[in-house]
T-cell receptor
Framework: KNQVEQSPQSLIILEGKNCTLQ??????????LRWYKQDTGRGPVSLTI?????NTKSNGRYTATLDADTKQSSLHITASQLSDSASYIC?????????????FGRGTQLTVWP | EADIYQTPRYLVIGTGKKITLECSQT?????MYWYQQDPGMELHLIHY???????EKGDLSSESTVSRIRTEHFPLTLESARPSHTSQYLC?????????????????FGPGTRLTVL
């Protein structure tokens, strides 16, 4: 069964601090991995997307890494801000279907305190 | 922000009512999707469409139905709402592309509809 597991489930940090979120997956055949940010009551918004040949990608203060061999990814947030409080969802796509099937993790709920 | 819209944003209704959740996108995307999401849980695909007059059921069994008469419009209907239908419903659309030989399927999500059935 294809799965995406994220850790930690929730995280509280102080404003200005850095943090790293983890994602492990078993989806095969792998196509790409993306990180989404979902604010409460809103739809997910894409932060980064990485294909098999990429092992790191940055988007401002967000840096994602991918190790396709160990099937692990991380999302590093630098100098956190209050607006970073949200759920961060790891999503993996397979290449085995025309649809480009997406497999979602349950997300890490990040809370940034002032 | 993506040009994909959902209405209503919040809906509270009584059991047995028929409801339609609207989803529209102005990006000309062929593929559209409906997901269901409960608090703290992952998104589950309930319906998808490859294009006009194409609809398929997703992984999660749902009593809802969808239609795709126009490219930009993908409404979801519940004929008789029940408390078990209480959830957040997210619509998405996508365009297929390729990058460095790998294919990807960038999905853009709407803001969601929070449905509560009493």
């Amino acid at each position: 069964k294809n799965q995406v597991e994220q850790s930690p489930q929730s995280l509280i940090i102080l404003e200005g601090k850095n943090c790293t979120l983890q994602c492990n997956y078993t989806v095969s055949p792998f196509s790409n991995l993306r990180w989404y940010k979902q604010d409460t009551g809103r739809g997910p918004v894409s932060l980064t997307i990485m294909t098999f040949s990429e092992n790191t990608k940055s988007n401002g203060r967000y840096t994602a890494t991918l190790d396709a061999d160990t099937k692990q990814s991380s999302l590093h947030i630098t100098a956190s801000q209050l607006s970073d409080s949200a759920s961060y969802i790891c999503v993996v796509s397979d290449r085995g279907s025309t649809l480009g099937r997406l497999y979602f993790g349950r997300g890490t709920q990040l809370t940034v305190w002032p | 922000e993506a040009d994909i819209y959902q209405t209503p944003r919040y809906l509270v209704i009584g059991t047995g009512k028929k409801i339609t959740l609207e989803c529209s996108q102005t990006m000309g995307h062929d593929k559209m999707y409906w997901y269901q999401q409960d608090p703290g849980m992952e998104l589950h695909l309930i319906h998808y469409s490859y294009g006009v007059n194409s609809t398929e059921k997703g992984d999660l069994s749902s009593e809802s139905t969808v239609s795709r008469i126009r490219t930009e419009h993908f409404p979801l209907t519940l004929e008789s709402a029940r408390p078990s239908h209480t959830s957040q419903y997210l619509c998405a659309s996508s365009v297929s592309g390729s990058q460095r030989g790998d294919s990807y399927n960038e999905q853009f999500f709407g803001p969601g509809t929070r449905l509560t059935v009493l």
